[in-house]
């Protein structure tokens, strides 16, 4: 930024850079990646090196879109061609109403997109602001089932095959919580840098569910990050192989 100068007790931190003095701890820099900047030397000139990440880059991009493709056109053909029925089924015979419940979440670089999953609750005023709780009475009988399975999230890959969402990636959340946390989680929105996922690195290493304190959006939003910076192929495949498992084994979280 022209004509700023930041302050610092540490002067041993900071690097003349052009016309700026940069503290390599500030929050301004640092938000341009998890990883701390670097001064790396070019040419015998001292340059700011901001971490890339793997997503930048296009190959990695299209081998992801790949990825998310196959995957999603396999889980519909091979599941949801026959689950959406059968559900339509079990609904119209309990009497409960809704078969897809649709909302709209802030997707890829905070665009707003509509998530479809399976309707579990209640048609009621507060979906849009209050997130699912344990033994929420709004969840319905067939819903209880539907959230302890992950079920319910499984028209995602209807999204994922559109493009507006990917198979692994940072969980979207409620806008009300994007509204609350981003002023007060640091890198919040960097998680928005990339699609967001129907599982994700944050949700195999027990962070899912209900948030009930800022430590649980932090430690969330830290997996998010490492993820974006460490994305690789092998890190989808694996994540997926860790969500397949939790299914098997069951999620306390899930519900």
Do not use: C
């Not at 890959?157 to 640091?186: D, W």
């Amino acid at each position: 930024k022209e004509n700023m100068e930041y302050v610092s007790k540490k002067p041993a931190q900071y690097i003349p850079f052009g016309a700026l003095i940069i503290d390599l701890d500030n929050e301004e820099v640092s938000d341009f990646s998890y990883k701390k900047p670097h001064l790396v030397n070019y040419d015998k000139v001292r340059v700011l090196k901001i971490q890339p990440r793997p997503l930048n880059k296009w190959y990695n991009r299209v081998l992801k879109r790949i990825f998310d493709i196959v995957l999603s056109l396999l889980v519909i053909i091979l599941v949801l061609s026959w689950l959406i029925p059968i559900l339509y089924l079990v609904k119209l015979v309990s009497g409960e109403k809704g078969l897809l419940f649709v909302q709209q979440r802030s997707g890829f670089k905070n665009r707003p997109f509509n998530i479809v999953k399976f309707q579990t609750m209640k048609k009621n005023g507060f979906s849009d602001t209050v997130p699912a709780t344990r033994d929420d009475k709004r969840i319905t009988r067939i819903g209880k089932f539907l959230r302890r399975t992950s079920i319910d999230e499984f028209p995602q890959f209807f999204n994922v095959l559109i493009g507006t969402m990917s198979v692994t990636g940072p969980r979207p959340h409620i806008n009300q919580h994007n509204k609350e946390y981003k002023a007060i989680v640091n890198k919040f929105m960097i998680r928005h840098s990339v699609k967001p996922g129907i599982t994700g690195y944050a949700q195999v290493n027990g962070h899912r569910g209900e948030i009930r304190e800022i430590k649980d959006m932090k430690e969330r939003i830290k997996f998010d990050i490492a993820y974006i910076e460490n994305w690789s192929i092998w890190l989808d495949i694996k994540i997926v192989l860790l969500t397949i498992v939790k299914l098997l084994k069951g999620d306390s979280s899930a519900y």
